[in-house]
């Protein structure tokens, strides 16, 4: 099945910036995405609230099946910086963690944005994937360096996280 078939078989998905009321939803559809870290529930209150602006849920009837947590960096306001981006396991690879980031590039709070950054595990696939089929899209240049390493969590148990920089956009 191509990408254009598997979009007309989606049941409506839509998109739109999240409300207090989407929080627990929302902190349910995170715990169900590994190999994300699942924040408190309180930590989402804020997402959804302070930072609705950056942030994006999809929704297919009254199931989350997609969110993406940002904000403005606090000493550099023309960087939007992608913080979680949650898709359902049975809603995966149809276009929804994409349409979730372009959502949120296209709001009015992100009118002078010049560069998306994010963090990546080096094992997580879909994730490199997506964040460079955005820069595809947007004909951006990204670079890569090392950010969080292992030991800043306090455990190796936990990956590094390398920075991505897309832009300008
Ligand atoms: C990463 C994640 C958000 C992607 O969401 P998605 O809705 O499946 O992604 P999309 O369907 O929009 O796909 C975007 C691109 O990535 C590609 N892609 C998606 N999943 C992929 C996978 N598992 N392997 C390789 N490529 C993949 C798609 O083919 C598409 O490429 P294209 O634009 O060149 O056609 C989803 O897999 C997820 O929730 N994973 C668990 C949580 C996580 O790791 N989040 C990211 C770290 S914050």
Not at 61 to 87: C, K, M, N
Not at 146 to 158: L, M, N, P, T
Request: charged letters at 25%.
């Amino acid at each position: 099945m191509t990408r254009a078939d598997a979009t007309l078989t989606l049941p409506q998905v839509t998109y739109r910036p999240p409300r207090l009321a989407d929080a627990v939803r929302v902190h349910a559809l995170v715990d169900a995405c590994k190999p994300l870290d699942v924040n408190s529930r309180y930590a989402y209150m804020l997402l959804c609230t302070h930072f609705a602006a950056t942030s994006a849920i999809a929704e297919q009837g009254r199931d989350v099946v997609g969110f993406v947590s940002g904000y403005l960096e606090p000493s550099a306001r023309a960087v939007l910086f992608i913080w979680q981006v949650a898709v359902s396991p049975s809603t995966r690879g149809r276009g929804v963690g994409k349409r979730l980031l372009q959502e949120v590039l296209n709001r009015p709070a992100c009118r002078d944005v010049q560069y998306l950054e994010t963090t990546i595990t080096p094992s997580n696939e879909a994730s490199w994937v997506l964040f460079r089929s955005v820069a595809r899209d947007r004909h951006a240049d990204y670079r890569q360096s090392a950010w969080f390493r292992s030991e800043d969590f306090g455990s190796e148990d936990h990956e590094e996280e390398v920075l991505l920089r897309i832009g300008p956009l």
